[in-house]
């Protein structure tokens, strides 16, 4: 199983709403991320977790708020979203090359991405 | 701080011509560098890398590149374009430090259109 895989694919919800994305990979992957692509943009990182651990946040707002409950799981819970907040988000993995830190000199394998709608 | 650019957001080529996308890389040190490509409404794909064996380095769909050092340059080709590599593509760049945990830099991406 060479896949990571995101659910939902799209998700609509309001600016009152609490809902979560998730992103599952069975490649023995010890480093994943969340990314953020607005249309007609580069990705831009959210999050690193390397080794179940959070080891980077992007400054990100705390209405995102990431969980990796064990080694092939990934969540993204999300509260108070405002529209622009709109975006396709997509978690990615990579393995860990070294002890402590990822340095995914493999490449990410990226999934097919959440696309969320914030009404 | 690691960066890269992509010369031309929009290319342009025939069925059966030369793809050349462009990318040029900006770091401290030897970087990490790759190509991805993204299909409408997908994730992005790894096509191929450069973590410093040989610099010319082949990956999937019959793409290549080649990192120039001296030009600070990893340059995307194929020979002969086919209708279904019309889409995005992405060059990134990763610092090799352990400080950097993993994070890769995107370009802006380059639209690749395929005329018949």
């Known amino acids: 199983d060479t896949e990571v895989t995101q659910t939902p694919k799209h998700l609509v919800m309001g600016m009152t709403n609490k809902k979560s994305l998730k992103c599952e990979q069975h490649?023995?992957?010890?480093?994943m991320y969340w990314y953020k692509q607005k249309a007609k943009k580069p990705p831009e990182l959210m999050f690193v977790?390397?080794?179940?651990?959070?080891?980077i946040n992007e400054s990100v707002p705390s209405r995102f708020s990431p969980e990796c409950p064990n080694s092939s799981l990934l969540n993204l819970h999300l509260h108070a979203l405002q529209p622009e907040d709109s975006a396709l988000y997509l978690c990615a993995s990579s393995p860990i090359n070294g002890q402590k830190s990822p340095r995914p000199l493999h490449g990410y394998t990226f999934g097919s991405g959440t696309r969320l709608t914030v009404v | 701080a690691q960066s890269v650019t992509q010369l031309g957001s929009h290319v342009s080529v025939s069925e059966g011509a030369l793809v050349l996308l462009r990318c040029n890389y900006s770091?401290?040190?030897?970087?990490?560098l790759f190509w991805y490509v993204q299909y409408p409404n997908q994730g992005l794909q790894l096509l191929l890398k450069?973590?410093?064996?040989?610099?010319l380095v082949k990956g999937i769909n019959g793409f290549e590149a080649e990192f120039k050092k001296s030009e600070t340059s990893f340059h995307l080709t194929k020979p002969s374009a086919h209708m279904s590599d019309a889409a995005e593509y992405f060059c990134?760049?990763?610092?090799?430090?352990?400080?950097?945990?993993?994070?890769?830099?995107f370009g802006d991406g380059t639209t690749l259109t395929v005329k018949p």
């Open positions: 977790y390397s080794y179940e651990k959070l080891s």
């Open positions: 490649m023995g992957h010890r480093a």
């Open positions: 990134a760049v990763s610092d090799r430090r352990r400080t950097n945990a993993g994070k890769s830099t």
């Open positions: 450069y973590t410093s064996a040989a610099t």
């Open positions: 770091s401290s040190v030897p970087p990490y």
